[in-house]
């Protein structure tokens, strides 16, 4: 039933640790994101897929890679964490192909809380 | 440059009553979609409404109204009879690109209180 779903939902870790989110929608979406929402809940895209191709890099560190097996997971490993990576994550799809595309709205996750000590 | 402004960090309303959640926009795209999403304190994105670039009616979903005057580059939402499950914060966001790449920008938020 659920549209977009994350995991794990809440992330505790030390700094120089690397870790995976996992993000899967069942929409039949062709294109998934992925977004951080710092702690002053500004909202800012940080890579975008469509059908597994990188269409979207927002100048993101290095050390963040997505990876997207198939159209309807994408993953985000994040390699030697850093305190400033404390957020929240989402992961978000829409369809970009076909129909009115510029007026499809995303659907998102529920978000990973991520904290790094 | 900001390309999608929110001026009112908090906003206090009384229950019952409507209230208006300014949005103003950046671009130069002729073709663009506009959002407003909410974000509860449990912490989920909800899609609220959207208006079209192109679309001449202001849109409506139940309570929910956007105010949209192109010439001003201005998208405010419109709340009416607010009810206590309302507060919450709330994004304004764009969508623009074309086929190499759609990217939605939001704002920094409102944050939204209802008073009973």
């Known amino acids: 039933d659920t549209a977009v779903s994350q995991t794990p939902k809440y992330l505790v870790t030390q700094m120089g640790n690397d870790k995976s989110i996992k993000c899967e929608q069942n929409l039949g979406h062709d294109t998934m994101y992925w977004y951080k929402q710092d702690s002053k809940k500004f909202l800012k895209i940080m890579f975008s897929?469509?059908?597994?191709?990188?269409?979207i890099n927002e100048t993101v560190p290095n050390r963040f890679s997505p990876k997207s097996p198939d159209k309807a997971h994408l993953n985000l490993h994040i390699n030697s964490l850093e305190l400033g990576d404390s957020a929240v994550y989402f992961c978000?799809?829409?369809?970009?192909?076909?129909?009115?595309?510029?007026?499809?709205?995303?659907?998102f996750g529920p978000g990973t809380r991520l904290t790094v000590l | 440059a900001q390309k999608i402004t929110q001026t009112q960090p908090g906003m206090f309303v009384q229950e019952k009553e409507a209230v208006t959640l300014d949005c103003t926009y950046d671009t130069s795209d002729q073709s663009y979609g506009l959002f407003w999403y909410k974000q509860p304190s449990s912490g989920e994105m909800i899609f609220l409404i959207y208006?079209?670039?192109?679309?001449?009616q202001n849109a409506t979903e139940g309570r929910y109204s956007l105010n949209f005057q192109k010439a001003r580059k201005s998208a405010n939402l419109v709340i009416s009879a607010s009810q206590l499950g309302d507060s919450a914060m709330y994004f304004c966001?764009?969508?623009?690109?074309?086929?190499?790449?759609?990217?939605?920008?939001f704002g920094a938020g409102t944050r939204l209180f209802v008073k009973a």
């Open positions: 966001a764009m969508r623009e690109g074309n086929t190499g790449g759609f990217k939605t920008i």
């Open positions: 208006q079209g670039s192109y679309d001449e």
């Open positions: 897929y469509n059908n597994k191709e990188l269409i």
């Open positions: 978000a799809s829409s369809q970009d192909r076909g129909g009115r595309i510029i007026y499809n709205e995303q659907f």
